[in-house]
């Protein structure tokens, strides 16, 4: 009896080594014909991973999904040629959706962004863009692509080309060197603002105005905005667009410190401490405090669908007040208007510095308060924006202040011709534009050392400054050719 347990025992182990050597083999015979069939893999192992993963999620999404047989084969391609982008594509809802390369990338062959460059579809009846303009984006997202075009966000490039004095800074910046105004242009301004992007020689953009990753687009299909500035490709994650750091990289620094304000403010001390922890994949308008999440980012106050509210592109909505602008007004000029009248006409225009809600500044201080009142009393957060407002208020008095010393010196002819080199207007300048700016977005924003270090203190001294500028000029009735100082020398 002892002998037979014995051989039965030694025979168990046999089949279950056996077993877990043909499930190895059978193992890495899948993983080497997927080598196999996808060369670059074993020619390059630094992209093994990610071709590896997306090889595979490209297979189960063409099976699965719906991709067409044209998409399928882009994807097969750059599951070699750009391993990363594809992985990047198969986790994002678009893939899930079927939504392939080519439902955004091709566009008709008279499109002006139209081109075969690519390899896989010289000599057929399919044209491709490398860029995706908002006009194809609205296919699918026709609401938000127009909550946005009704954005301040939308002017962002628009605006610059069209205002003479942006225009005469960039000509300082590159020292008077036409070669190295887009090296100016492109490195700053316009990877925040964005580019009126042209096309060269082959179809392809120049390198003079793209890449661009800002949100103020203008695409040579006449499409306004760069909905991928926020959702950023190929993911194009509502997670990654909700936390502050998609804001930052343009909001942030010494003229509008937004993201230093929100990082250092009880609000952005709670992301900080419990951010892991929340719900950001809940859908738009399903994202709830309290149960998502347990403080605001920059989303949340400014588009998410809050406390009754419809979520929104359009970041002016729930503003009152215009707090970039050399005087604070309120918000009364309803929708922005730089993007439609570049699609109506062409033309390039400041756009509406006043947009906000079209109901009017109370209705857009209502609606914000409104996403207040999901975590405060109505009290609490009334009583905070009244404060703000009164600090809007008196910024405004240092800029009237400020403002008609400086139209008197002008009236006067006692400003210099070159801005830039007068401690007058240089004082003026980081007065509003970066002070000023700290000062006001503080104040709202709940950044107190902002709303008064970097801030009024600031400002109270660059006005003592201008003053003593001024009241020299008017005693001689003439500008010193050797004066210097002022605000923003050395900084």
Same mark, same amino acid.
């Given at each position: 009896?002892?002998?037979?347990?014995?051989?039965?025992?030694?025979?168990?182990? +046999?089949?279950?080594?056996?077993?877990?050597?043909?499930?190895?083999s059978?193992?890495?015979?899948?993983?080497n014909?997927?080598?196999?069939?996808?060369?670059?893999?074993?020619?390059?192992?630094?992209?093994?991973?990610?071709?590896?993963?997306?090889?595979?999620?490209?297979?189960?999404?063409?099976?699965?999904?719906?991709?067409?047989?044209?998409?399928?084969?882009?994807?097969?391609?750059?599951?070699?040629?750009?391993?990363?982008?594809v992985?990047?594509?198969?986790?994002?809802?678009?893939?899930?959706a079927?939504?392939?390369?080519?439902?955004?990338?091709?566009?008709?062959k008279?499109?002006?962004?139209?081109?075969?460059?690519?390899?896989?579809?010289?000599?057929?009846?399919?044209?491709?863009?490398k860029?995706?303009?908002?006009?194809?984006?609205?296919?699918?997202?026709?609401?938000?692509?127009?909550?946005?075009?009704?954005?301040?966000?939308?002017?962002a490039?628009?605006?610059?080309?069209a205002?003479?004095?942006?225009?005469? +800074?960039l000509?300082?910046?590159?020292?008077?060197?036409?070669?190295?105004?887009?090296?100016?242009?492109?490195?700053?301004?316009?990877?925040?603002?964005?580019?009126?992007?042209?096309?060269g020689?082959?179809?392809?953009?120049?390198?003079g105005?793209w890449?661009?990753?800002?949100?103020?687009?203008?695409?040579?299909d006449?499409?306004?905005?760069?909905?991928?500035?926020?959702?950023?490709?190929?993911?194009?994650?509502?997670?990654?667009?909700?936390?502050?750091?998609?804001?930052?990289?343009?909001?942030?620094?010494?003229?509008?410190?937004?993201?230093?304000?929100?990082?250092?403010?009880v609000?952005?001390?709670?992301?900080?401490?419990?951010?892991?922890?929340?719900?950001w994949?809940?859908?738009?308008?399903?994202?709830?405090?309290?149960?998502?999440?347990?403080?605001?980012?920059?989303?949340?106050?400014?588009?998410?669908?809050?406390?009754?509210?419809?979520p929104?592109?359009?970041?002016?909505?729930?503003?009152?007040w215009?707090?970039?602008?050399?005087?604070?007004?309120?918000?009364?000029?309803?929708?922005?208007?730089?993007?439609?009248?570049?699609?109506?006409?062409?033309?390039?225009t400041?756009?509406?510095?006043?947009?906000?809600?079209?109901?009017?500044?109370?209705?857009?201080?209502k609606?914000?308060?409104?996403?207040?009142?999901?975590?405060?009393?109505?009290?609490?957060?009334?009583?905070?924006?009244?404060?703000?407002?009164?600090?809007?208020?008196?910024?405004?008095?240092?800029?009237?202040?400020?403002?008609?010393?400086?139209?008197t010196?002008?009236?006067?002819?006692l400003?210099?011709?070159?801005?830039?080199?007068?401690?007058?207007?240089?004082?003026?300048?980081?007065?509003?534009?970066?002070?000023?700016?700290?000062?006001?977005?503080?104040?709202?924003?709940?950044?107190?050392?902002?709303?008064?270090?970097?801030?009024?203190?600031?400002?109270?001294?660059? +006005?003592?400054?201008?003053?003593?500028?001024?009241?020299?000029?008017?005693?001689?009735?003439?500008?010193?050719?050797?004066?210097?100082?002022?605000?923003?020398?050395?900084?």
């Open positions: 009896m002892k002998k037979t347990l014995v051989i039965v025992g030694v025979v168990f182990l +046999l089949v279950i080594v056996g077993s877990a050597s043909w499930f190895l059978q193992a890495n015979k899948s993983q014909q997927i080598i196999a069939e996808n060369p670059i893999v074993s020619q390059n192992n630094s992209n093994l991973r990610y071709a590896n993963i997306a090889y595979s999620e490209k297979i189960n999404m063409s099976k699965g999904k719906g991709v067409t047989k044209e998409a399928a084969t882009c994807i097969e391609c750059h599951a070699q040629k750009t391993p990363a982008i992985q990047d594509w198969s986790k994002s809802s678009m893939a899930h079927g939504v392939s390369c080519i439902d955004c990338h091709g566009v008709s008279e499109n002006p962004m139209a081109n075969q460059n690519c390899p896989g579809v010289k000599g057929t009846n399919i044209y491709v863009s860029m995706v303009s908002p006009k194809t984006c609205a296919k699918c997202h026709p609401n938000e692509v127009k909550e946005f075009e009704e954005s301040g966000h939308a002017r490039a628009i605006q610059i080309a205002l003479k004095p942006d225009q005469a +800074l000509a300082h910046e590159d020292m008077g060197m036409p070669q190295y105004k887009d090296a100016v242009l492109l490195t700053g301004c316009a990877q925040c603002h964005g580019s009126i992007i042209k096309m020689p082959n179809h392809e953009p120049t390198q105005t890449p661009s990753h800002g949100i103020g687009n203008v695409y040579p006449g499409g306004v905005g760069n909905c991928a500035s926020c959702h950023f490709n190929h993911q194009f994650s509502i997670a990654q667009a909700r936390k502050p750091s998609s804001c930052a990289t343009c909001h942030l620094g010494p003229d509008h410190p937004d993201i230093e304000v929100y990082d250092n403010s609000h952005g001390a709670l992301f900080a401490a419990h951010g892991d922890k929340w719900h994949d809940s859908p738009p308008g399903a994202w709830i405090p309290g149960n998502d999440y347990n403080a605001p980012t920059c989303a949340t106050c400014h588009m998410s669908g809050v406390n009754g509210l419809q929104t592109h359009n970041i002016d909505m729930r503003l009152k215009n707090l970039w602008a050399p005087i604070s007004k309120e918000r009364t000029g309803g929708y922005e208007t730089a993007a439609f009248e570049y699609m109506k006409t062409g033309k390039f400041a756009g509406n510095p006043l947009a906000g809600n079209p109901k009017g500044p109370q209705e857009a201080r609606e914000m308060l409104q996403v207040c009142a999901s975590c405060h009393t109505t009290s609490f957060a009334s009583n905070y924006m009244a404060q703000a407002d009164k600090q809007i208020e008196l910024y405004n008095k240092y800029a009237h202040a400020a403002s008609e010393m400086i139209n010196l002008e009236k006067k002819h400003m210099m011709k070159d801005p830039w080199a007068d401690p007058a207007f240089r004082t003026y300048y980081y007065m509003w534009h970066h002070e000023g700016r700290r000062m006001r977005q503080g104040a709202v924003m709940e950044g107190p050392d902002y709303s008064h270090w970097h801030g009024v203190f600031q400002l109270q001294q660059s +006005l003592r400054i201008l003053q003593a500028i001024y009241n020299q000029r008017m005693k001689d009735g003439k500008i010193d050719p050797n004066q210097i100082g002022g605000v923003g020398m050395g900084e």
